[in-house]
């Protein structure tokens, strides 16, 4: 089974900052089948990025994802009021299909 | 408009069992592989089972194994979870989406509640 670890768990921030989230995985992704969700209190799952670094349909460009290795990242450029929620990242490549623990980003 | 609506979800009592619907609307149901999904009370995401297109190739959490049954109906555009055996930690809300793509859509998910 393939852990994803976040850091940090939360991130205080004001709006019009940059938020920096982190996912390693405990061993190769497959393809670099990772994925990036947003999730709010009684709102559907949202998905920003997958395959690393592909922004889903919709998702504004302020929204960025990158790999390295077993390292991902989830950058968002100038934090909008509406950013603030919490973040997972989801390895897809194989079965189980694990999330990471989750970072909250909060206003500062 | 594009809409996944999770149903079925409710109160029941440990080794019981209840069946989630989830009806999709609005998009080609059949061209994509799904999900179901939970988060339980204070707690993150735990992915729970996964269906491929075609349906031929089906996944589960080992937390689930045995005791739950993902299915699909593309004719009536719809994802299914039948649960069994019921435990007080399979409490949580259930969401049903599609597998991370270009376009994904989830639902807002329901709620179970496991509980004597």
């Known amino acids: 089974e393939i852990v994803l670890t976040q850091s940090p768990d939360t991130l205080s921030l004001s709006p019009g900052e940059r938020a920096t989230l982190s996912c390693r995985a405990s061993q190769t992704v497959s393809s670099s089948y990772l994925a990036w969700y947003q999730l709010k209190p009684g709102q559907a799952p949202r998905l920003l990025i997958y395959a690393a670094s592909s922004r889903a349909t919709g998702i504004p460009d302020r929204f960025s994802g990158s790999a390295s290795g077993t390292d991902f990242t989830l950058t968002i450029n100038r934090l909008e009021p509406e950013d603030f929620a919490v973040y997972y990242c989801q390895q897809y490549g194989g079965s189980p299909r694990t999330f990471g623990q989750g970072t909250k980003v909060e206003i500062k | 408009e594009v809409q996944l609506v999770e149903s079925g979800g409710g109160l029941v009592k440990p080794g019981g069992s209840l069946r989630l619907s989830c009806a999709a609307s609005?998009?080609?149901?059949?061209?994509?592989?799904l999900n179901w999904v939970r988060q339980a009370p204070g707690k993150g995401l735990e992915w729970v089972s996964s269906?491929?297109?075609?349906?031929?190739?089906?996944y589960y959490a080992d937390s689930v194994k045995g005791r739950f049954t993902i299915s699909r109906d593309d004719a009536k555009s719809s994802l299914f979870l039948q649960m069994n055996s019921l435990r007080v930690d399979d409490t949580a809300v259930y969401y049903c989406?599609?597998?991370?793509?270009?376009?994904?859509?989830w639902g807002q998910g329901t709620l179970v509640t496991v509980s004597s």
């Open positions: 269906i491929s297109r075609s349906g031929s190739q089906i």
């Open positions: 989406g599609s597998t991370p793509g270009n376009r994904a859509y």
């Open positions: 609005g998009f080609i149901f059949s061209s994509y592989s």
